[in-house]
Structures are given as structure tokens and as C-alpha cells.
T-cell receptor
Framework: DVKVTQSSRYLVKRTGEKVFLECVQD?????MFWYRQDPGLGLRLIYF???????EKGDIPEGYSVSREKKERFSLILESASTNQTSMYLC?????????????FGPGTRLTVL | DAKTTQPPSMDCAEGRAANLPCNHS???????VYWYRQIHSQGPQYIIH???NNETNEMASLIITEDRKSSTLILPHATLRDTAVYYC?????????FGAGTRLTVKP
């Protein structure tokens, strides 16, 4: 079974704080993704990574950065948290395949920025 | 632009088959049909996917029409734990865009 874990299920931070969200997968997947999910807006891709130390911007990278120092770990960083970053954050991972990939999601981190 | 159309909600009796329809009339030849589900406040769970042929795994069956313009996800013996929002997605590459989905409620 693919297992994607995220460091926290619930997190409360204050405006201006630096926030680290950690994601770990145990299936040796090349690809890792960070999304946020908001009511009425569906899933939006923040950043993704095809390999260690590689990163690509998604649809909404502003206000976020990422780090992938090891294949199994992909971190999302909010440099200075703002209230509009209150959201459910989802990490996913997948194998690189021809055609399309099957992404497996973690349990999510519900972040509240006060 | 929504690539798929699903009913907003459905009910199913526990132990019966749940058949969830999805229309994707503009699907391209290289796009796959994927199904995920999301139980409240949890991450999406992969269920099944297919390109042209019908598929079955331990969770569900996926029936894709010959013209590929629609599909049906079948949960053969629904349980209360299958209550969730079910998302039908057509995709290629790493693109992952969820629509509104179908809220399935399994009732005792």
C-alpha cells in the first residue's frame, strides 16, 4: 500500500509566522506535489517536483516555496503566513509513467492563520 | 471549464451496489478517466482509472462506454464507510483538477 504522510493534521499559526509543512512517501515515487483545497475552488497546484532538488511552479506558487532534499520528502514553506493562506493543504506522490500518473494523497493538513 | 458532469448527490442502501455516473463528452483520445473519493476532512483516495476498457480492482469497477463519452463507477456492496464525495476526472499527464463531485450517502 502506498503511504503518504503529512506532519500535522491541524495547525494554527499567526500572521507573519514562517510555516513548514512536511510530506513523506514510502513508495520511492519520483513525483511529489503540493495542493491546496478550498470550498468552491477545488484542488489548486502550488508546486511539484520530479526529482530530488528539482521543483516546478504550479498554478498558485506566490507566497510559497518548497524543498526536496531527499526523494521521499517534500516540504512546503510559507515564508510569512497570511490569513488568505488558511486552507487544507494536500501532498501527493506518483510514479513517472507514460501517459499519465496515479497520484496518491496524504491525509491533509488543515492550516488556520490567525 | 468542467470536463466532467456528475450528479451532485446520490443515496444508496447499505449492501446494495452504488452506481455513480459521469459524463465526459469532450474527452480526448489520450485522456484517462480517473475516480477518487474524499471522506470529510481527509485527503482524496484513489479508487480506479481506465482509458478504454472496463476495469476492476478490489475497491470498485469502472465501466466506460464504447464512445468514451461517459462512465460509471460501481461499488458492488456499499457500506456506511463508503459515504464520501466521489470525483470523476479526465486527465492526461500530471494535471489533476477536481470538479464538484457526487456526494454519495450510504444509508442503513
Amino acid at each position: 500500500d502506498v503511504k503518504v504522510t503529512q506532519s500535522s493534521r491541524y495547525l494554527v499559526k499567526r500572521t507573519g509566522e514562517k510555516v513548514f509543512l512536511e510530506c513523506v512517501q514510502d513508495m520511492d515515487h519520483e513525483n511529489m506535489f503540493w495542493y491546496r483545497q478550498d470550498p468552491g475552488l477545488g484542488l489548486r497546484l502550488i508546486y511539484f517536483s520530479y526529482d530530488v532538488k528539482m521543483k516546478e511552479k504550479g498554478d498558485i506558487p506566490e507566497g510559497y516555496s518548497v524543498s526536496r532534499e531527499k526523494k521521499e520528502r517534500f516540504s512546503l514553506i510559507l515564508e510569512s503566513a497570511s490569513t488568505n493562506q488558511t486552507s487544507m493543504y494536500l501532498c501527493a506522490s506518483s510514479f513517472e509513467v507514460v501517459g499519465t500518473d496515479t497520484q496518491y494523497f496524504g491525509p491533509g493538513t488543515r492550516l488556520t492563520v490567525l | 471549464d468542467a470536463k466532467t458532469t456528475q450528479p451532485p448527490s446520490m443515496d444508496c442502501a447499505e449492501g446494495r451496489a452504488a452506481n455513480l455516473p459521469c459524463n465526459h463528452s469532450t474527452i480526448s483520445g489520450n485522456e484517462y478517466v480517473y475516480w477518487y473519493r474524499q471522506i470529510h476532512s481527509q485527503g482524496p483516495q484513489y479508487i480506479i482509472h481506465g482509458l478504454k476498457n472496463n476495469e476492476t480492482n478490489e475497491m470498485a469497477s469502472l465501466i466506460i462506454t464504447e464512445d468514451r463519452k461517459s462512465s460509471t463507477l460501481i461499488l458492488p456492496h456499499a457500506t456506511l464507510r463508503d459515504t464520501a464525495v466521489y470525483y470523476c476526472i479526465v486527465r492526461v499527464g500530471t494535471d489533476m483538477r477536481f470538479g464538484a463531485g457526487t456526494r454519495l450517502t450510504v444509508k442503513p
